[in-house]
């Protein structure tokens, strides 16, 4: 029996060397393979019975092969954004087919990381295996059940054509300067208040003009000449005989506007569009030392809503941005403001559209799409209290266009801070900008982070989170079953899955660009594969031995 048991000792020793000779072959043939672990032959002994002191039953050897999928391998360089590599414990998920099913397609599991995408988009590794990822939605959340595997899906990056964004944010920092001298003083006219008349159809009651009598109104270097004629006035040469001729005639010249009052002593009143310069009156009532025919306010122009963006009166600071439609056109949005004389720290301002044909006729009328007092304290900082420009933007655009109402938040800087707009001494002029939104960008590329977002680029600037890659996790990874295209397979050995972000607990991070290397070594596996050849020797050895033995033995019969 102890012959025989040697015999078949020496047999399972060649098997088991076998068995290690072919783990070493796939070995050295991997050697250039991404992500691959070496498969290493641990020997254990077979007992038929325990051993006594007066015997010895030989049982031989059994070899199984451990897959030693923890080992990290080196990190290798690559110049595709969609090479990845594992730092840590963790395996990308992979499957078989690209739509899995119940009845179609596998989960594996591997390092092999050399991802590119196929003619649809789908990223697949070198084997064909279709990497697996959390789709992230339109809020940036992925599925709150993670440890499903069919909530995963195939990553794709096709069918990204391109993305424009709207501009829902615009502000900006600027001074204006505290020593401006005023351009507007609100409501500011000259007013004939103190003649008396009670009657809007006759002057000559009351004032006694005489034909051919004149007066002069200036308004800047501007000079009007008015007459009075007893009979057939022609306004548009400035001549007048009733108090309504007067303020057609007026209103006839170029800078000059006139109201007339009801009631029963109604007066004529005159402002002046000159931003800067005073109204002033020559002549009086029956030559000179008469009574004056207007009580005179000299100062800067009238100021009504409308009156920056549509021209009437000019800026003293004028800035325009740029801003992006919901079609990714560029439109531009101009900031406006003078100096308001009623109140030496506050100022007018505009917020209007250019071409005011851009917008709707009626919902903003010459463009105009705010309009407001911005207001400064005494140190020169804003004053978010006394200031009535409203910080939010309402914009409808012309119908014509195609496009949608534009909602954009306007940021004029902090109460009390110097982070926006400033009055300080010293010339008016824009410090910084911000717009937000992009006009149409296409789609240039992916790239993935350490925490596996992938992420689409487009020519724009603007990106898109489209999956977040999650790494699976076993309690014994080296327990999985190898499968073909250097990956694995559940097992019951392995444990129970689990799938985690990268960079969190134990899974490890993402190297993108990078390959990680084979972990085979070829010096140790040509050492192995001596020790293999000479154990293998050996057990031949085993084997002829014995059989010169039962030869000598069957020889004694004969």
């Not at 196929?118 to 084997?127: C, K, S, T, V």
């Not at 487009?458 to 890659?469: A, E, I, M, P, V």
């Amino acid at each position: 029996m102890s012959l025989y048991g040697a015999l078949f000792s020496g047999v399972s020793g060649l098997t088991a060397q076998s068995e290690a000779l072919g783990a070493i072959s796939d070995n050295i043939t991997n050697v250039d393979t991404v992500g691959y672990k070496r498969t290493e032959e641990r020997f254990s002994t077979l007992v038929t019975e325990p051993m006594t002191a007066s015997t010895y039953t030989p049982g031989g050897v059994s070899a199984s092969p451990l897959n030693l999928v923890t080992q990290q391998g080196l990190l290798q360089s690559s110049a595709s954004p969609t090479d990845l590599s594992i730092t840590g414990n963790g395996l990308f998920v992979v499957n078989s087919v690209i739509n899995p099913t119940a009845t179609d397609g596998q989960y594996m599991f591997t390092r092999a990381g050399s991802f590119t995408a196929d003619a649809n988009g789908n990223l697949r590794n070198a084997a064909g295996l279709y990497l697996q990822g959390w789709k992230i939605n339109s809020n940036g959340a992925i599925p709150v059940n993670r440890s499903d595997l069919t909530a995963l899906s195939t990553v794709n990056i096709n069918g990204l054509t391109g993305t424009a964004t709207p501009t829902t944010a615009v502000s900006m920092k600027a001074n204006l300067q505290a020593s401006q001298t005023p351009g507007v003083n609100g409501p500011q006219v000259i007013t004939n208040n103190a003649l008396g008349i009670n009657a809007t159809t006759d002057v000559t009651g009351v004032t006694k003009l005489a034909n051919n009598n004149t007066f002069t109104i200036t308004n800047g270097a501007i000079t009007h000449t008015f007459t009075y004629k007893s009979a057939a006035p022609n306004t548009a040469n400035g001549e007048f005989n009733t108090l309504q001729d007067l303020v057609n005639a007026i209103n006839g010249t170029v800078g000059l506007t006139a109201t007339l009052s009801s009631g029963a002593n109604p007066t004529i009143s005159v402002a002046g569009k000159n931003p800067t310069a005073p109204i002033t009156v020559a002549g009086t009532l029956n030559g000179a030392g008469g009574t004056p025919l207007f009580a005179t306010t000299t100062g800067g122009a009238t100021y009504a809503v409308g009156d920056l963006a549509n021209g009437t009166v000019t800026p003293q600071f004028e800035r325009s941005l740029g801003i992006f439609d919901s079609q990714g056109g560029t439109r531009q949005l101009t900031l406006a403001f003078v100096k308001d004389g009623t109140s030496p720290n506050q100022w007018r301002g505009e917020v209007f559209i250019q071409p005011p044909t851009d917008t709707d006729p009626i919902a903003n009328p010459n463009g105009l799409v705010a309009s407001g007092i911005i207001s400064f304290n005494a140190d020169g900082t804003l004053n978010a209290a006394g200031t009535t420009i409203p910080s939010t933007l309402n914009i409808t655009w012309n119908s014509s266009l195609g496009i949608s109402p534009s909602k954009i938040t306007l940021g004029l800087g902090t109460d009390g801070q110097a982070d926006g707009f400033t009055q300080f001494d010293t010339p008016s002029q824009q410090i910084s900008s911000s717009v937000n939104g992009t006009i149409f960008g296409s789609f240039t590329g992916v790239t993935v982070s350490n925490a596996g977002i992938v992420t689409a680029q487009f020519s724009n600037g603007q990106t898109r989170n489209l999956y977040q890659l999650p790494l699976a996790i076993f309690p014994n990874a080296d327990g999985l079953s190898n499968q073909t295209g250097n990956a694995y397979g559940l097992t019951p050995e392995a444990g129970q899955v689990s799938l985690q972000q990268p960079t969190t607990g134990s899974a490890g991070s993402i190297s993108p660009g990078t390959l990680e290397a084979s972990t085979v070594d070829l010096a140790t596996e040509f050492t192995n594969m001596i020790i293999t050849q000479r154990a293998y020797s050996a057990a031949g050895k085993i084997i002829t031995t014995t059989d010169q033995m039962l030869n000598e033995l069957i020889q004694l019969k004969q």
